[in-house]
């Protein structure tokens, strides 16, 4: 699993966010001052956000043979134009597991983060949002998307303070060398507090 990670005076990092499945219990869970959570915000309306998530999808399923072939992260954000269309910034590129970006100086026109996590590695819990990739969105008060390599799409709400499966296995690009693992074990919605639990920090 990958994290997001919200610099707001620097960068957007998106890194591993989970120890390797292996020593996940022995590592304790860490989250940086600058990524405190913000006060809420009111989410779309219910037809506004079902466009978001295909928006999300769409663009997230277009970018997911690159990312897994390339073996890395891809990262951005999504924005309204100033005809009020949605856009996507170009991805940036990270390595297997990380993914810097500059945060823009205008944040008014953000609609919400998005990151891939590339490429399967069992070593990983990458079918999940971690709990830094809820807590920097929330900080930049914002959505996130996050697609998997197993081809889910997550959306990680501001206003909810949680992060629910937009779509499951398979709706977007696998990788094709995805093995699927505890399937039965990931639930559609978790918060903070569940990913802490299910990382078993």
């Known amino acids: ?18 120890a390797p499945v292996e020593t996940i219990s022995k590592r304790p869970a860490i989250i940086p001052k600058a990524i405190q959570p913000q006060p809420t915000s009111f989410a779309p309306p219910p037809a506004e956000q079902a466009s978001i998530d ?4 769409s663009f997230l399923n277009s970018i997911q043979t690159q990312s897994i072939r390339e073996r890395r992260e891809f990262c951005g954000f999504f924005f309204r134009d100033s005809a009020g269309q949605l856009q996507a910034t170009a991805p940036r590129r990270g390595t297997f597991a990380s993914c810097n970006m500059p945060v823009p100086q205008r944040r008014d026109n953000i609609i919400a983060s998005y990151h891939t996590h590339g490429a399967y590695g069992p070593q ?8 830094t990739d ?13 697609s998997t390599p197993g081809g889910r799409v997550w959306r990680v709400s501001n206003a909810n303070r949680d992060a629910s499966q ?4 398979g709706c977007v690009i696998r990788d094709p060398g995805f093995v699927p693992r505890n399937e039965n074990q990931v639930r559609q919605r978790y918060t903070v507090a569940t990913l802490t639990q299910r990382s078993g920090v």
């Open 1 to 18: 699993m990958h994290r997001l990670t919200i610099a707001l005076l620097a960068l957007v990092t998106v890194s591993a966010c989970a």
């Open 54 to 57: 295909d928006f999300a999808r």
């Open 124 to 131: 990983y819990d990458n079918e999940v949002p971690s709990t």
């Open 134 to 146: 809820l807590l920097s969105d929330f900080q930049l008060g914002v959505d996130g998307y996050v």
């Open 166 to 169: 937009v779509c499951g296995l």
